[in-house]
Nanobody
Framework: QVQLVESGGGLVQAGGSLRLSCAAS????????MGWYRQAPGKQRDSVAY???????KYADSVKGRFTISRDNAKNTVYLEMNTLKPEDTAVYYC????????WGQGTQVTVSS
């Protein structure tokens, strides 16, 4: 059974940084595209960034230049390094494996205070 467990969320002041981690188990991690999504209260869940099995990456325009996605296949883990955080980055961040119809983590709250 596939499990995705996120960690690293929290409360940070605007301009600060956080690093999210998502540890996967139960499947062959290295073959999957991994992504981070976020959902703010009252809004839809949107893609933030993804990284393919060959480490091609893509970012939402709103986070380009501030966020970096990476993966460590030896640790079955994907990361999201978030810098220069803004209050509008406040959301629950979800890890995804294989696209929106596949596997999801439980989410981790990121709150950026102004």
């Amino acid at each position: 059974q596939v499990q995705l467990v996120e960690s690293g969320g929290g409360l940070v002041q605007a301009g600060g940084s956080l690093r999210l981690s998502c540890a996967a188990s139960g499947t062959r991690f290295s073959i999957y595209t991994m992504g981070w999504y976020r959902q703010a209260p009252g809004k839809q869940r949107d893609s933030v960034a993804y990284i393919t099995s060959v480490e091609n990456t893509k970012y939402a325009d709103s986070v380009k230049g501030r966020f970096t996605i990476s993966r460590d296949n030896a640790k079955n883990t994907v990361y999201l390094e978030m810098n220069t955080l803004k209050p509008e980055d406040t959301a629950v961040y979800y890890c995804n494996m294989g696209g929106p119809t596949r596997y999801w983590g439980q989410g981790t709250q990121v709150t950026v205070s102004s």
